[in-house]
C-alpha cells in the first residue's frame, strides 16, 4: 500500500481480554517494528522483524506480548490478558530494510484502552 | 541496550528566535540518528537525520549536528514559525531505534 496502515484505530477492552493489533507496512519494505507510546510519553520500543530471520523480541515487556509476522506483509501484535497499564497508542513503522540507515515511516497507530 | 535522554523536556520560544534540542546516547555501536516530529494526535514524522559519518547536516531552517566522541547530538531551528510547535523525538540506534522522551516546542506568535 501506499502507507504503513494500522487497525483498528482505537480499541476499548476489559481488563483480562486478549487483543490483536493488526500493521500492512508498506509494500516492498522488508523490516517492520512495533512501539508502545503511553500518553505524554517517548516511544517505547518491542520488537521488529526483518524477513524471513527471527524476530528481534528484546522489548517486550512480558510474556503476554507476542508478534507474528509472515513473510514480508502483515503483522499481528498480541496482548494476552490485557492490564491498565497496556493502555497507550502502539505505533507500527517499516522501513525498506533493516536497520541501513533509513528512517520510519509510521502508521497512525492502535489506541487501546483497557478499562 | 541503547539509553537515550533528551533535553529540554519543554522548550518555549517567541516566533522568529531559534530553538535547540540537545540527546544523548549510551551505545557506541549506534550509527544513524533521525529526528521526528509529532503533532498532536499524530504520527511521529521524519524530519531529519544524521549518520555516524557526517558532523553536521542542513535542511533549510532545520540543521542537527552530531559529535560521535561526546556521543551527543542536536537539533537546531533557525527562523521558527507556529507551525513548528509539536513533540520533537530524537532516535538511536543500529538495526532498531532508541528514542528519547520528547521536547514539547512551544513557539509563540
Known amino acids: 500500500g501506499a502507507g504503513v496502515s494500522q487497525s483498528p484505530s482505537n480499541k476499548v477492552t476489559e481488563k483480562g481480554k486478549d487483543v490483536e493489533l493488526r500493521c500492512d507496512p508498506i509494500?516492498?519494505?522488508?523490516?517492520l517494528y512495533w512501539y508502545r507510546q503511553r500518553l505524554g510519553q517517548g516511544l517505547e520500543f518491542l520488537i521488529y522483524f526483518q524477513g524471513n530471520s527471527a524476530p528481534d523480541k528484546s522489548g517486550l515487556p512480558s510474556d503476554r506480548f507476542s508478534a507474528e509476522r509472515t513473510g514480508e506483509s502483515v503483522s499481528t501484535l498480541t496482548i494476552q490478558r490485557t492490564q491498565q497499564e497496556d493502555s497507550a497508542v502502539y505505533l507500527c513503522?517499516?522501513?525498506?530494510?533493516?536497520?541501513?540507515?533509513?528512517?520510519?515511516?509510521f502508521g497512525s497507530g492502535t489506541r487501546l484502552t483497557v478499562v | 541496550g541503547e539509553n537515550v535522554e533528551q533535553h529540554p523536556s519543554t522548550l518555549s520560544v517567541q516566533e522568529g528566535d531559534s530553538a535547540v534540542i540537545k540527546c544523548t546516547y549510551s551505545?557506541?555501536?549506534?550509527?544513524?540518528f533521525p529526528w521526528y516530529k509529532q503533532e498532536l494526535g499524530k504520527r511521529p514524522q521524519l524530519i531529519i537525520d544524521?549518520?555516524?559519518?557526517?558532523g553536521e547536516k542542513k535542511d533549510q531552517r532545520i540543521a542537527v549536528t552530531l559529535n560521535k566522541t561526546a556521543k551527543h547530538f542536536s537539533l537546531h531551528i533557525t527562523e521558527t514559525q507556529p507551525e513548528d510547535s509539536a513533540v520533537y523525538f530524537c532516535?538511536?540506534?543500529?538495526?532498531?531505534?532508541?528514542f528519547g522522551s520528547g521536547t514539547k516546542l512551544n513557539v509563540k506568535p
Open positions: 532516535a538511536a540506534g543500529f538495526n532498531k531505534f532508541y
Open positions: 513503522a517499516s522501513t525498506p530494510r533493516q536497520g541501513a540507515n533509513y528512517g520510519y515511516t
Open positions: 551505545d557506541s555501536a549506534s550509527n544513524y
Open positions: 544524521i549518520r555516524s559519518n557526517v
Open positions: 509494500s516492498g519494505h522488508t523490516a
